[in-house]
């Protein structure tokens, strides 16, 4: 098992472009959580998936963000129109159950110049 | 809405010594998960430890054990043996027993180990 690979590791673009993330999660976890955290702070929840399907997403989430698993597998986060804000280390976690722990990707770092 | 406190900033320890780091929680639920996350410079958040609130028993793994009251909803790491690669930031974490919320982390401290 390779583990939570993300990418791209790094990304930058201009403000206004439009980007997207990817997150393969371990084959056999159902679970899966996308963070954002910024420097000096801890990660903050997004939204989480439950195979397929987009069960919860956090106040923080604005409509610029949009994110999918399809059939379960890879997750995708697209942010839209960028604002200098967004720049921040993006996190994938994927899960079987609480009790059992997350496991965490490297993450991708976005800068939005 | 729950949350997690971290009230020490930064931690220094020398090595071989002892170290605590403290949290605190707060939750209306009664199923709960605890853990310490580890976030070295590299960033990949690794898992230390994971604790049940069902269980009074404190839990261990190797060199790092907690100490749980739930009454008083702290939650601090002791780390044993201080190791240089025990550097990093370590985040203290809850999850309720459905987990669609996720984690809700508090912001860290920062753990210097000192040769």
């Known amino acids: 098992d390779t583990g939570v690979s993300q990418n791209p590791r790094h990304k930058i673009t201009k403000r206004g472009q439009n980007v997207t993330f990817r997150c393969d999660p371990i084959s056999e976890h159902n679970r899966l959580y996308w963070y954002r955290q910024t420097l000096g702070q801890g990660p903050e929840f997004l939204t989480y998936?439950?195979?397929?399907?987009?069960?919860?997403k956090s106040r923080l989430l604005s409509d610029r963000f949009s994110a999918e698993r399809p059939k379960g597998s890879f997750s995708t986060l697209e942010i839209q129109r960028t604002e200098q804000g967004d720049s921040a280390m993006y996190l994938c976690?994927?899960?079987?159950?609480?009790?059992?722990?997350?496991?965490f990707g490297s993450g991708t770092r976005l800068t939005v110049v | 809405a729950q949350t997690v406190t971290q009230s020490q900033p930064e931690m220094s320890v020398q090595e071989a010594e002892t170290v605590t780091l403290s949290c605190t929680y707060d939750t209306s639920e009664s199923d709960y998960y605890l853990f310490w996350y580890k976030q070295p410079p590299s960033r990949q958040m690794i898992l230390v430890i994971r604790q049940e609130a069902y269980k009074q028993q404190n839990a261990t793994e190797n060199r790092f054990s907690v100490n749980f009251q739930k009454a008083a909803k702290s939650f601090s790491l002791k780390i044993s043996d201080s190791q240089l690669g025990d550097a990093a930031m370590y985040f203290c974490?809850?999850?309720?027993?459905?987990?669609?919320?996720?984690?809700?982390f508090g912001k860290g401290t920062h753990l210097i180990i000192q040769p």
């Open positions: 974490a809850l999850t309720q027993e459905g987990g669609a919320d996720g984690l809700t």
């Open positions: 976690a994927s899960s079987l159950a609480p009790s059992s722990g997350y496991t």
């Open positions: 998936f439950q195979n397929e399907a987009q069960l919860e």
